[in-house]
């Protein structure tokens, strides 16, 4: 069963399975581009134009690409350059800075990873400038060689723009866009964020120097070009080797979309995010279910794991606890429920607790005060339950705290709870202690 | 992940007919990219675990494939998580940067272990003295690309919050950042929800281990028996301790100490001669008493486990150890024990009852205000109120028998008793005339001192009347 003899274009079973789990694992975990991404092509058209103009006609520029985690704002950025790198000129004199936020915490930092992408460390050598702003003219004035009579065209790449912005005096974006303004050499600034309010982290200053050019890309996508980008993920690309079974493959897929049970699935994770990466773990989990035995994608895949993902976590960690800290956590739950959420300490769940003992008359759970301390603290580890921030003078069973875990969540959990004993899940269901 | 292999049968017959499935079922891992005979020896060393670590498998995939950049495992203590990665990358020799962020205070720690376990020692040596992320990405970035994923597995995680803000965000998107076939695995006791930066991250994968159930407990813990008495023997003692203790504790680390620490105690009566393996009541009897004894002591760390051992050997009831709680109980002078009685009732009694307790002639008080209201009022539930330093020495001058001259020596001796921690100084060192004390002692505490004085105290406080 696992393998077939076949004509030259067929591949043995196991070598497809292998090949599919390579193209869409670069697919979804390496975020490789496929042909032609939907929804955005009026801001990939604006944002071809606008690099372009720069490349090309010498043209400074720049421009924000807003848009939420997921989005697409890199690979909108990616496919443009690759597409515009396939162009012999733009290939020739376009010089590229990928600066991020995230590893570039200070503008002197920035400044000498700008001066290594451009390769101009024996040009800089031991120089010692005044400022950023010499600096950076001396990098840009250094471009100016060659046979060209003008310095090369540079694209700088701010990814995580936002985190640029809490630099000191925001020299860095200061400098980029008084140069972007400025008639010397042509530069492109394009800058990627999440945040929609970025420009009022700009100051008064940075932001005037600003072209106010942005490309949104909030998706209006609809369920039905939802459904259609999952296809398109989904599916294998024409040059695969084996075309018999790329055929078969996308046909699956095809049945799979139109599903009624998988629709109400992707339904619910479309109602809840609409971005790329989450629909990119959702698939990254369904072909980590495809195995020899199972060359295809079924629907129950997709039931089963869109349960794991919209599992709770809490609810989770509520099912390992043991009984004494289950019965914390329901004393917890009915002080909140009586004095409407007001912050309380261990003397009072444990009282609470000790009222319900009294009323059972059952000495199974009759621990002692430290036993039930010991129980309390681990619940404050697992971040259960988490101190007010008041003064850390107070004794331990005096210190207030507040319940992170609510109603639904501990309801949820004694359900699944192993061998709950039914007095306790009385406890927990009646509505006054 | 046990919830959705029983919550829908269905989905499991269907794929119960091919061998692979029901391979995977009875515990054997399987993967066409690893040898078998190696997952073969890493299925024998995760009893238990077979179906987090058959999923965490078929994530990774294929050695030389892509595996999703970052994967966040959470679960109880002890729970295997990182039992199964680590057997996993050692069975499988799958190239791994272990680190703990216990020990990695700062980020060059880090940095440089991750380096040093890839790349070696001189490129390890290449980061400056006190590198950045910067840093990090450009020397790995230098290096040579992957043959097959690379895995940095971060423990204890949550520490990472703590650290500097970029470094998470980073970490969850270092296969993007150095352009690598790298996945971060993250380990931790604590949920997502609480790590998630504010404008938002890569969102990592995530994956939980669920706590072992009691037969999985009994399970495990009857793998390490003493080689010379039988497997049956060994397993009726596990579950002896584990209906004494399960219903506190179920972390496997914690009751496996237990179980080593009593099994001599258990195997007594044995050695002796008195009874054989079969009696089972017998041995019961014997060492149930002791195992709640030992709740009491050596899982609350009153004793350690070599007084407790050494406990065991003498049998002597008269020579028992004091736990650590036993050592609270100081010996005070006369008047500080007055003077902590004072401050506690001062602590705990609304000040306008004092008239109605310490004075002799206190008139008529109207019972309606004088009652407690409510039971949330209850001043032993919601802690020690603070009073001032005159209040303190009004109700120590009625409490105590006989004329006090209030010389120095009474003030120093309230001072040291806030050394001694008994009492909390509340308000500020700078405020000298009106100091304001709390007190900081239990009921119990409070009764056994009162008791060695011949003071009732439960008469003069306002909670139990």
């Known amino acids: 069963m696992s393998k077939r003899k076949g004509n030259i274009s067929h591949q043995p079973l196991g070598e497809c399975i292998s090949q599919v789990q390579r193209i869409l694992r670069e697919r979804f975990c390496?975020?490789?581009?496929?042909?032609?991404?939907?929804?955005?092509?009026?801001?990939?058209?604006?944002?071809?134009?606008?690099?372009?103009?720069?490349?090309?006609?010498?043209?400074?520029?720049?421009?924000?690409?807003?848009?939420?985690?997921?989005?697409?704002?890199?690979?909108?950025?990616?496919?443009?350059?690759?597409?515009?790198?396939?162009?012999?000129?733009?290939?020739?004199?376009?010089?590229?800075?990928?600066?991020?936020?995230?590893?570039?915490?200070?503008?002197?930092?920035?400044?000498?990873?700008?001066?290594?992408?451009?390769?101009?460390?024996?040009?800089?050598?031991?120089?010692?400038?005044?400022?950023?702003?010499?600096?950076?003219?001396?990098?840009?004035e250094a471009l100016k060689k060659g046979d060209r009579t003008s310095s090369r065209p540079v694209l700088f790449v701010l990814d995580e723009f936002d985190l640029f912005a809490h630099h000191k005096n925001q020299t860095l974006l200061y400098n980029l866009f008084d140069v972007s303004q400025s008639t010397q050499a042509p530069v492109a600034v394009v800058g990627l964020t999440c945040r929609l309010d970025v420009l009022e982290l700009l100051e008064k200053r940075v932001k005037s120097r600003f072209?106010?050019?942005?490309?949104?890309?909030?998706?209006?996508?609809?369920?039905?070009?939802?459904?259609?980008?999952?296809?398109?993920?989904?599916?294998?690309?024409?040059?695969?080797c084996d075309s018999r079974f790329a055929q078969e493959w996308n046909a699956s897929v095809k049945t799979l979309c139109e599903d009624k049970s998988v629709q109400d699935v992707l339904q619910r994770h479309f109602n809840c995010s609409k971005d790329f990466r989450s629909l990119h773990m959702l698939l990254m989990l369904c072909l980590s279910r495809v195995t020899l035995a199972k060359p295809a994608i079924k629907a129950s895949d997709l039931l089963d794991v869109s349960r794991l993902f919209l599992a709770d976590a809490k609810t989770n960690m509520l099912h390992g606890l043991s009984i004494v800290e289950l019965c914390l956590i329901i004393a917890m739950k009915h002080l909140n429920d009586?004095?409407?959420?007001?912050?309380?300490?261990?003397?009072?769940?444990?009282?609470?607790?000790?009222?319900?003992?009294?009323?059972?008359?059952?000495?199974?759970?009759?621990?002692?005060?430290?036993?039930?301390?010991?129980?309390?603290?681990h619940l404050q580890q697992l971040e259960l339950v988490r101190p007010v921030d008041g003064s850390p003078k107070t004794q331990r069973e005096y210190q207030l705290m507040r319940l992170m875990v609510d109603h639904s969540q501990i309801m949820a959990a004694l359900q699944k709870y192993p061998q709950c004993p039914t007095d306790i899940k009385q406890w927990a269901l009646s509505a006054f202690a | 992940m046990v919830v959705v292999a029983l919550g829908a049968p269905g989905t499991i017959l269907r794929s119960m007919s091919d061998r692979t499935e029901r391979s995977r079922m009875t515990g054997l891992l399987e993967h066409p990219g690893y040898d078998e005979e190696r997952l073969r020896r890493a299925a024998e060393q995760l009893s238990c675990r077979e179906l987090q670590a058959g999923m965490l498998l078929s994530l990774m995939g294929e050695p030389q494939q892509y595996c999703y950049p970052s994967i966040f495992i959470y679960g109880h203590r002890a729970s295997g998580k990182s039992h199964v990665i680590n057997v996993l990358m050692k069975e499988l020799e799958l190239p791994h940067a272990t680190v703990s962020c216990v020990?990695?205070?700062?980020?060059?720690?880090?940095?440089?272990?991750?380096?040093?376990?890839?790349?070696?020692?001189?490129?390890?040596?290449?980061?400056?003295?006190?590198?950045?992320?910067?840093?990090?990405?450009?020397?790995?970035?230098?290096?040579?690309?992957a043959q097959q994923t690379r895995y940095v597995v971060v423990e204890k995680a949550e520490l990472l919050r703590d650290a500097d803000a970029n470094l998470l965000p980073a970490l969850l998107r270092l296969q993007e950042l150095v352009?690598?076939?790298?996945?971060?695995?993250?380990?931790?006791?604590?949920?997502?929800?609480?790590?998630?930066?504010?404008?938002?991250?890569?969102?990592?994968?995530?994956?939980?281990?669920?706590?072992?159930?009691?037969?999985?407990?009994?399970?495990?813990?009857?793998?390490?028996?003493?080689?010379?008495?039988?497997?049956?023997?060994?397993?009726?003692?596990?579950?002896?301790?584990?209906?004494?203790?399960?219903?506190?504790?179920?972390?496997?680390?914690?009751?496996?100490?237990?179980?080593?620490?009593?099994?001599?105690?258990?195997?007594?009566?044995?050695?002796e001669g008195k009874v054989k393996e079969t009696d089972t009541h017998k041995l019961w009897k014997n060492i149930e008493p002791h195992l709640k004894k030992a709740m009491q002591t050596v899982y609350l760390r009153e004793v350690s486990s070599l007084q407790w051992e050494q406990m065991q050997q003498t049998e002597d009831e008269t020579g028992a150890p004091k736990g650590l709680s036993a050592h609270t109980h100081v010996e005070l002078p006369f008047y500080s024990k007055f003077l902590l009685i004072a401050a506690y009732?001062?602590?705990?009694?609304?000040?306008?009852?004092?008239?109605?307790?310490?004075?002799?002639?206190?008139?008529?008080?109207?019972?309606?205000?004088?009652?407690?209201?409510?039971?949330?009022?209850?001043?032993?539930?919601?802690?020690?109120?603070?009073?001032?330093?005159?209040?303190?020495?009004?109700?120590?001058?009625?409490?105590?028998?006989?004329?006090?001259?209030?010389?120095?020596?009474?003030?120093?001796?309230?001072?040291?008793?806030?050394?001694?921690?008994?009492?909390?100084?509340?308000?500020?060192?700078?405020?000298?005339?009106?100091?304001?004390?709390?007190?900081?002692?239990?009921?119990?505490?409070?009764?056994n001192i009162s008791r060695t004085v011949n003071f009732d105290i439960m008469k003069y406080l306002y909670d139990f009347l």
Not at chain 2, 112 to 135: I, K, M, W, Y
Not at chain 2, 379 to 402: E, M, T
């Open chain 1, 30 to 140: 390496h975020q490789k581009l496929t042909e032609g991404l939907e929804g955005v092509e009026a801001q990939h058209k604006h944002l071809e134009e606008l690099l372009r103009r720069s490349a090309v006609y010498g043209e400074s520029n720049s421009v924000l690409i807003v848009g939420p985690r997921g989005a697409g704002k890199s690979s909108l950025l990616r496919s443009v350059l690759q597409e515009l790198l396939q162009e012999k000129e733009v290939q020739e004199n376009l010089l590229q800075v990928h600066l991020n936020g995230l590893l570039q915490a200070d503008d002197r930092i920035a400044l000498k990873e700008i001066t290594r992408q451009l390769h101009l460390e024996n040009v800089v050598g031991d120089k010692v400038f005044g400022s950023f702003a010499e600096n950076l003219a001396f990098l840009l």
């Open chain 1, 211 to 240: 072209s106010h050019r942005q490309i949104h890309l909030l998706s209006g996508l609809t369920f039905g070009q939802y459904l259609d980008r999952v296809r398109a993920q989904l599916s294998l690309p024409d040059e695969f």
């Open chain 1, 338 to 377: 009586v004095y409407e959420g007001e912050p309380f300490n261990l003397q009072m769940v444990h009282n609470e607790f000790k009222k319900f003992l009294q009323r059972k008359s059952n000495s199974m759970y009759n621990f002692s005060q430290p036993v039930v301390v010991k129980a309390f603290e």
């Open chain 2, 103 to 145: 020990e990695c205070v700062s980020v060059a720690l880090l940095f440089e272990q991750v380096l040093h376990s890839f790349f070696g020692c001189d490129v390890a040596s290449l980061l400056p003295r006190s590198p950045s992320l910067t840093d990090f990405v450009r020397i790995y970035r230098q290096q040579s690309p």
């Open chain 2, 179 to 271: 352009e690598d076939n790298v996945t971060i695995i993250l380990l931790s006791e604590i949920v997502w929800d609480t790590f998630r930066p504010n404008t938002g991250c890569f969102e990592p994968l995530l994956l939980h281990f669920p706590d072992y159930s009691k037969v999985e407990l009994q399970q495990i813990l009857s793998q390490d028996r003493h080689p010379s008495y039988s497997a049956e023997l060994y397993s009726f003692y596990v579950n002896i301790l584990l209906g004494v203790f399960y219903s506190v504790c179920r972390d496997l680390r914690e009751l496996r100490h237990l179980a080593a620490l009593n099994f001599s105690k258990f195997c007594e009566p044995l050695e």
């Open chain 2, 345 to 447: 009732l001062a602590s705990y009694n609304p000040a306008r009852t004092d008239k109605r307790f310490f004075m002799k002639h206190h008139g008529k008080i109207k019972k309606t205000n004088f009652l407690k209201k409510n039971e949330k009022t209850t001043n032993h539930l919601l802690g020690p109120k603070p009073f001032p330093l005159d209040r303190l020495l009004a109700i120590f001058y009625s409490v105590v028998d006989g004329r006090v001259t209030p010389t120095a020596s009474i003030f120093s001796q309230i001072s040291s008793l806030v050394t001694l921690q008994l009492l909390a100084q509340v308000s500020h060192d700078d405020q000298l005339d009106s100091p304001k004390y709390k007190c900081a002692v239990s009921l119990e505490f409070i009764c």
